[in-house]
């Protein structure tokens, strides 16, 4: 009974790290996708980023700490910068594949 309740600890464990790395380094897909989106960052401290972030066809440059979010710049959005659409991860595809497959080639969404 011990190992399996450290194994269920382990797993949830696990489970929750990832969501805090995924969180902590933006990688969710599609969080935000409509009218604003993040182009870049950059820590510059321990608790301190610079990011850039995307309104319409604005560039914001936001200080961003553990307490505030300081405007520091706005421009315009650079000629040339495409606005890449975002790719689904590939488990979500692996998912999608398993999940057609499963159901007869029908799609279950």
Request: proline share 5%; glycine share 12%.
């Amino acid at each position: 009974m011990l190992q399996v309740l450290l194994a269920l600890g382990l797993v949830l464990g696990l489970i929750v790290g990832a969501a805090w790395l995924m969180r902590r380094f933006s990688l969710v897909p599609g969080a935000g996708a409509g009218h604003l989106r993040v182009v870049s960052g950059v820590m510059v401290g321990q608790r301190e980023r610079v990011v850039i972030v995307e309104v319409q066809d604005n560039w914001l440059v936001l200080g961003v700490t553990s307490e505030q979010v300081n405007l520091l710049h706005t421009m315009e959005k650079p000629e040339g910068v495409e606005t890449p659409t975002p790719a689904a991860p590939a488990f979500a595809q692996w998912l999608q594949t398993a999940m057609e497959k499963r159901n007869g080639g029908k799609n279950a969404l």
